[in-house]
């Protein structure tokens, strides 16, 4: 045995094979990872209400011929074609969240050139919510998901054109087995849910979709400036203008988010329905009458500056740059016929917070009222900067006591989501400078306590809306003489409790106690009463404003 050398012992293996067989199957989740990641980008729809399994369980057109594609180019340019393929489809991906979001709470797709101001005003109502950090972080934080949505998106690309490339025998046999099903699925109309056709190119679809709307809308902004010009009433001189109204008051007010599911809903309207048949009776034991119908609003969910200025213009106002071409312009408004006829204007918009130079150099009021320049002293409720009482309240003071008369739009705030906290109505002799109103945030549940609840999302729309128009209703029964005119309608359909599909219709009322106003209306086929029922007349929002001026010119 001497001068042999003894056998090596064998090493240890340390659990390579193992660790191998784990960075297979590690490879093979990441691929069926990206894989299922793709394809949610291909087949997702851009509407919850059309999101189901069946969606998912189809066969993409685009990713059958791009893979066709990819496999029979050389390896640089396949990658490039896997980077491409990976950004457009995750900026589209992007986009239908953005859809998702709109109709859901507008009741449309996303507009890639009119809506980018509805961030603004979203970002606005969040702060008010939780505060301008927490906001802030919210922003970052979406801001970093949406380039990790590209950013992944183009790596599970590159991922499965790698893996098609070496084991290209196979890919392609799943590609032609895929292309063939596609065709005969297309032909034969075969459908893996109602609506939702097995051969897809939904993807393809919506993207031409916005690329057509985007240019309809670049087409659109040129014939507005010669439309705005054309309207009967822009030369009528003043002393023919609103002759049935004189020395009255008139108070056109824009109760936020009373759409018509406020009087259809059973969650709603039996509570609402109750109110206003019970300020109907209050009324008229007073002498005040009422006339009430709806008016189909140029937006839904949000957006309430565009049915204002629908309203006041007699324009259909249904995007950011339409409204952006009539601040711009000098179309005859509601409010400007009253200046030329005498009245002395008041624009009152509690919601304000920040200078509106565009929006006065356009309606040019002889007096507005922010939120900072109003005198309230009380506590804000959520959005709401005051409660609704207490800008009636001010209105009333500062304005609507006597001398000139008044033509004033008020927009109401305290029926804007969150719903919640919310005041209730005090003593009009008590409102004072809203000091009252202090204890009463405190003694109403936190908007992210309601919010986690849909029924309490419903409860608090119900009791804020109720709130507004009682506050409305017992406006004019403290100080509505023979000199009022009260005209109060909803902006839009409200958002998150109203199902999607459902009508654009707001109610609208005109309340006077001298019936020589109402007498003025008569052939308008309005409803008696603060209510307005199922049968009542439904115009569009844009023509109340030449409806209104004809009916009170002579």
Not at 45 to 58: C, E, I, K, M, Y
Not at 68 to 80: G, I, K
Not at 324 to 338: C, E, K, P, V, Y
Not at 339 to 352: E, I, K, L, Y
């Amino acid at each position: 045995m001497l001068g042999k050398t003894a056998p090596a012992a064998p090493l240890p293996d340390f659990g390579l094979p193992r660790l191998g067989r784990r960075h297979a199957v590690a490879g093979g989740v990441l691929t069926a990872l990206a894989a299922l990641l793709v394809l949610f980008g291909l087949l997702a729809p851009d509407d919850l209400t059309a999101f189901s399994a069946g969606a998912l369980v189809r066969v993409p057109v685009e990713g059958v011929v791009v893979a066709a594609f990819a496999l029979v180019l050389p390896p640089r340019a396949r990658s490039v074609v896997a980077v491409l393929f990976g950004l457009v489809l995750g900026l589209l991906t992007l986009m239908k969240a953005l859809d998702t979001g709109f109709y859901a709470t507008l009741e449309k797709p996303f507009d890639p050139v009119y809506d980018w101001s509805f961030f603004h005003a979203g970002v606005e109502f969040l702060a008010g919510q939780i505060g301008d950090a927490a906001a802030v972080a919210a922003l970052i934080g979406a801001g970093v998901l949406a380039v990790a949505v590209v950013v992944f998106m183009v790596l599970a690309a590159l991922r499965l054109a790698r893996v098609a490339a070496g084991r290209r025998t196979a890919a392609t046999r799943v590609v032609a087995v895929l292309g063939v099903v596609w065709i005969g699925c297309s032909v034969f109309g075969v459908e893996s849910a109602p609506g939702q056709p097995v051969a897809a190119q939904s993807a393809v679809a919506l993207a031409y979709g916005d690329l057509r709307q985007v240019g309809a809308d670049l087409r659109e902004q040129r014939p507005f400036g010669e439309v705005a010009a054309a309207d009967a009433f822009r030369g009528t001189p003043g002393d023919q203008l609103l002759t049935g109204l004189r020395g009255k008051n008139v108070v056109l007010t824009f109760v936020e988010s009373y759409g018509r599911i406020a009087l259809d809903d059973p969650a709603f309207g039996p509570k609402i329905g109750a109110t206003l048949d019970a300020g109907t009776a209050e009324l008229r034991a007073a002498g005040i009458g009422a006339r009430s119908a709806f008016l189909s609003s140029s937006t839904f969910g949000g957006g309430s500056w565009l049915a204002h200025s629908t309203v006041q213009s007699g324009m259909w106002i249904d995007n950011q740059q339409r409204y952006n071409d009539l601040l711009a312009s000098d179309r005859l408004t509601l409010g400007g016929a009253f200046q030329r006829a005498g009245w002395r204007t008041v624009w009152d918009v509690p919601a304000h917070t920040k200078d509106w130079p565009e929006g006065q150099r356009f309606y040019h009021p002889d007096a507005y009222y922010d939120a900072r320049g109003i005198g309230y002293h009380g506590p804000g409720f959520a959005y709401a900067t005051m409660p609704d009482q207490f800008t009636m309240s001010m209105l009333q003071r500062k304005e609507l006591g006597g001398g000139r008369p008044v033509m004033a739009e008020v927009d109401l705030v305290s029926s804007h989501a969150p719903w919640s906290p919310r005041p209730w109505l005090v003593d009009w002799n008590q409102v004072g400078d809203g000091s009252v109103f202090a204890p009463m945030p405190a003694a109403g549940e936190a908007p992210e306590s309601v919010w986690k609840d849909p029924a309490k999302i419903r409860d608090a729309y119900r009791d804020a809306t109720d709130y507004s128009l009682k506050t409305l209703i017992s406006f004019v029964r403290h100080y509505g003489g023979d000199d009022l005119v009260l005209v109060f309608l909803g902006d839009h359909q409200p958002p998150v409790v109203t199902p999607q599909g459902a009508v654009h219709d707001v109610p609208i009322t005109i309340v006077a106690k001298d019936p020589k106003v109402l007498d003025r209306i008569s052939g308008w086929g309005w409803q008696d009463g603060l209510h307005p029922g199922a049968q009542a007349p439904v115009w569009k929002m844009d023509s109340f404003r030449d409806r209104f001026l004809t009916a009170f010119a002579h």
